[in-house]
């Protein structure tokens, strides 16, 4: 069965950066390499929204939102994504989770919190 827990969330400060990761297990059918895999946040309120993909080709995608502050890579050999987080504002509070893509509802882990003080 397929589990994805995500770290690496915390509280710090507008401007301040993370590194989000997300590690897999439980690929059986394909191998984590074979996916597109994804970054989404929930803040309160709201509905969980995308905001990083990557193929299996390494190509990314990012929403508007966070072009050119954030940027997510994979290590198909750890089974881990990640994403940096940087330049990060007050609107970036939420909780972080992974999933493939298009994503898998039984994939949903705990996510891992940011919260961006101002």
């Known amino acids: 069965e397929v589990q994805l827990v995500e770290s690496g969330g915390g509280l710090v400060q507008a401007g301040g950066s993370l590194r989000l990761s997300c590690a897999g297990s439980?690929?059986?059918?394909?191998?984590?390499?074979?996916?597109?895999i994804g970054w989404f946040r929930q803040a309160p309120g709201k509905e969980r929204d995308l905001v990083a993909t990557?193929?299996?080709?390494?190509?990314?995608n990012y929403a508007d939102s966070v072009k050119g502050r954030f940027t997510i890579s994979r290590d198909n050999a750890k089974n881990t994504l990640y994403l940096q987080v940087n330049s990060l504002k007050p609107e970036d509070t939420a909780v972080y989770y992974c999933?493939?893509?298009?994503?898998?509802?039984?994939?949903w882990g705990q996510g891992t919190q940011v919260t961006v003080s101002s």
């Open positions: 999933n493939v893509v298009p994503p898998v509802r039984k994939y």
């Open positions: 439980g690929f059986a059918a394909a191998p984590f390499a074979d996916y597109s």
């Open positions: 990557i193929t299996r080709g390494s190509s990314t």
